[in-house]
């Protein structure tokens, strides 16, 4: 298996557009986390989804951020508009029901000018 | 509220010495715990996972201790290797046991 895979790996926008990243879990995993990490708030967690199926968004900042997990190989993390301090790297990663551990992918890293 | 800390100033060590790394935490009873490295444009890769009914876990170089009375684990690694430089993440279940939540990680530089 290759992973968790997200694209892309960075990503630089203007204030005000819209910034879609994409993430495809591991096969077979049932579980898919979206984290947002930066120096000065380390690594949040923004919303988990189970079974495609969000369970808890309680991280999620505001109503510009987004998320949707159309199918079992796929989600994206929407913001609309950005603002410079969405700046950060964002993390997929993905486990499954029977298993603790996170499979982190490689990270985007956004900056908004 | 839950709440995680692990050193926040960096750790410097000598080629072949032992670096230790904490992780306390409070208001929290946690069933295990886990440590996490992260390189420099990584994204974490999970090391190992300790058991609240687990007092010392190991991995090749690597020792966790669990400490459920202190509210602290212990990350312990032994002969370092300038390969160890990194920063490492201890995290907690919370809530449900599928959601983690990390600590802000210590890094670590080990020099020749």
């Known amino acids: 298996d290759a992973g968790v895979i997200q694209s892309p790996r960075h990503e630089v926008t203007e204030m005000g557009q819209e910034v879609t990243l994409r993430c495809k879990p591991i096969?077979?995993?049932?579980?898919l986390f979206w984290y947002r990490q930066t120096m000065m708030r380390g690594l949040e967690l923004l919303i988990y989804?189970?079974?495609?199926?969000?369970?808890?968004d309680s991280g999620m900042p505001e109503d510009r951020f987004s998320a949707k997990m159309p199918n079992a190989s796929f989600s994206t993390l929407k913001i609309q508009p950005s603002e410079p301090r969405d700046s950060a790297v964002y993390f997929c990663a993905s486990t499954w029901a029977g298993q603790k551990i996170h499979t982190f992918g490689s990270g985007t890293r956004l900056t908004v000018v | 509220s839950q709440k995680i800390e692990q050193n926040s100033e960096a750790l410097n060590i000598q080629e072949g010495k032992t670096a230790t790394l904490t992780c306390n935490y409070t208001n929290y009873s946690p069933a295990y715990l886990q440590w996490y490295r992260q390189d420099p444009g990584r994204g974490p890769v999970f090391l190992l996972l300790?058991?609240?009914?687990?007092k010392e876990k190991r991995k090749e170089r690597l020792k966790v201790t669990f400490d459920t009375t202190l509210k602290q684990s212990l990350f312990h690694i032994t002969a370092s290797q300038p390969a160890d430089s990194a920063t490492y993440l201890c995290?907690?279940?919370?809530?449900?046991?599928?959601?983690?939540?990390f600590g802000s990680g210590t890094r670590l530089s080990i020099r020749p």
């Open positions: 096969s077979g995993h049932d579980y």
């Open positions: 989804f189970n079974n495609n199926v969000p369970i808890d």
């Open positions: 300790i058991r609240e009914n687990e």
């Open positions: 995290a907690l279940p919370y809530s449900s046991a599928s959601k983690i939540i």
